[in-house]
């Protein structure tokens, strides 16, 4: 559409539906995934944009729809979008999109060479972006460090100290409670052990083990730290 406003309410119509799980794989194959990535490859108004971040975020929830976002040049175009994207709200929806993609283990090697994982770390050091960001962001990580490839993607890419960074932030529980876990997950991988005791990780996980009370990353966190690759890199 050529007039803004009719353009901005038909992908605020797609978003809203999106939202729905009944209705993520009909807009796909009804042709709605493309639609979104003409716009977010020719529109220049960023509000429009924002909303079609947010959509293609929305329809990522689909583990159906996931290949078809990343072969369809979707990872690419949210790449781009985070570069010239001024609004912390835009960020977060791009933020967002990662994370839901970052959940699927067989498109991890597609993320890691898009610069998709790059996205999220960038967006963490950014000290002016706000909570609900980071915490896409954080959740972006721990999606991502599920599987052993995801793991080893994310050391290699340097993360790690902006993973530390963020599960440092006790007063946002909810973005260290995704960072803490992402840091769970890399350090079972014993390929990882001298990084997490170089970043600063390992004295967190350490932190968390001997806190009070007892809860689920405590437990998590005491079995990671005794592992035998860890403990011999904190022996070295």
């Known amino acids: 559409y050529e007039d803004r406003d009719v353009r901005l309410h038909a992908v605020k119509v797609i978003a809203n539906l999106a939202a729905e799980e009944e209705n993520q794989v009909n807009i796909v194959q009804e042709g709605g995934l493309e639609a979104l990535f003409e716009l977010l490859h020719s529109c220049k108004d960023e509000m429009t944009l924002r909303v079609a971040a947010g959509a293609v975020a929305n329809l990522a929830m689909s583990e159906a729809n996931q290949y078809r976002i990343v072969q369809g040049g979707g990872l690419d175009l949210l790449v781009q979008l985070s570069e010239t ?37 960038r967006l963490s050091q950014d000290p002016g972006n706000p909570d609900e960001v980071l915490s896409q962001v954080a959740r972006g990580f721990a999606n991502n460090s599920k599987c052993s490839k995801g793991k080893l993607h994310l050391v290699e890419l340097g993360a790690l100290p902006s993973i530390v960074g963020l ?10 409670k995704h960072a803490v876990l992402a840091l769970c997950q890399i350090a079972t991988c014993d390929a990882n052990a001298a990084a997490v005791q170089e970043s600063g990780a390992l004295q967190i996980l350490t932190e968390i083990a001997n806190s009070e009370p ?11 730290i005794s592992s035998s690759a860890l403990m011999g890199a904190h022996d070295g």
Do not use: F, W
């Open 214 to 224: 007892a809860d689920e990353y405590k437990t998590m966190a005491i079995q990671v």
């Open 167 to 176: 599960a440092r932030r006790a007063n946002k529980p909810t973005v260290r």
């Open 85 to 121: 994207a001024h609004d912390s709200q835009t960020q977060r929806m791009i933020a967002g999109a990662i994370a839901n993609l970052c959940g699927n283990s067989t498109i991890i090697d597609k993320l890691h060479a898009s610069g998709s994982l790059r996205v999220l770390v």
